[in-house]
């Protein structure tokens, strides 16, 4: 029996990386789908003669990408066309955190913007660097740096699309020579321009995959009670809470809330925790008739 890592999938057929080659074209078992297993790009298998017998236990899975086994998300953000956004940016590094991931911040097209955008946007940018991401913008980014953090790493790149995905892998990767699409003037988002999932080596023993580009975040899986832990910045104070499970919404004695009133933490940060907290707390289970 043979073991590798699957690279790519179209149609339900797998193409699995092993130490000898890639194997094209494998197929998941029959009975996988009773299993309620579906093998996605990133998942460790055991195949023999065309077909996938086993998937080894995950580190972590994605729905959105569908995903596996990750290290490492590179979260590509524009500055314009489509605009940034912090409530977007927070869906991802929440939805990351969820999911045992580190998350990179690339801000993409800050050439394009006038002096006093650029001013506008600085403080935000020096926000995340403050509780611990690591932030590069088109203007100032070495690629080197970034490749020295994607180094060994299963890693993907996120993001709407128009963010500039493909950009930054056709820098990483310039043989990929992966297509790119203008921006939709009337919609102010990209053009979809990539299809499936693929995994593409990167540097010694590291890999990174372009995903299809989505400008909304379904996080509905997560625990409401559990959102605080994904903001980076809460748990390291929230200790300091009077109440166990302090939420930081209306409860006395919350330190967070009080960080947000002295500006240790972001205003706009704690906006996003409250639309999303909002979000989730609203959500209702839906029940069919038998």
Do not use: W
């Amino acid at each position: 029996m043979q073991t590798g890592k699957i690279i790519k999938s179209i149609s339900g057929f797998y193409d699995v990386l092993t130490g000898e080659g890639t194997i094209e074209r494998t197929r998941a078992r029959g009975n996988f789908r009773q299993q309620k297993i579906k093998p996605v790009v990133g998942d460790h298998v055991e195949f023999e003669a065309g077909y996938i017998l086993a998937v080894q236990p995950r580190r972590n899975v994605l729905v959105r990408p569908p995903m596996a086994n990750l290290d490492l998300a590179i979260v590509v953000m524009s500055a314009v066309e489509p605009d940034f956004s912090t409530n977007l940016l927070d869906r991802y590094l929440v939805y990351l955190a969820a999911n045992k991931m580190d998350a990179l911040i690339y801000v993409s097209k800050t050439d394009l913007l006038s002096e006093s955008q650029l001013t506008k946007l600085t403080p935000i940018f020096d926000a995340y660097l403050k509780i611990g991401y690591q932030v590069y913008t088109h203007q100032t980014s070495d690629f080197a740096d970034i490749e020295a953090a994607a180094a060994g790493k299963t890693l993907m790149v996120m993001g709407q699309s128009g963010a500039g995905k493909s950009t930054l892998l056709n820098h990483l990767l310039p043989e990929l020579k992966l297509t790119t699409a203008e921006i939709s003037q009337s919609l102010n988002r990209g053009r979809h321009t990539t299809r499936t999932v693929t995994l593409y080596p990167l540097g010694v023993g590291g890999a990174i995959a372009d995903t299809p580009g989505f400008s909304s975040l379904d996080l509905s899986q997560l625990d409401v009670g559990e959102l605080g832990q994904y903001f980076v910045e809460f748990p390291e104070i929230a200790d300091g809470c009077r109440f166990r499970g302090c939420q930081h919404l209306r409860e006395p004695d919350c330190v967070v809330k009080a960080a947000v009133e002295k500006g240790t933490i972001a205003n706009f940060r704690y906006a996003d925790y409250l639309q999303i907290h909002d979000e989730l707390s609203h959500l209702r289970p839906v029940y069919r008739k038998s």
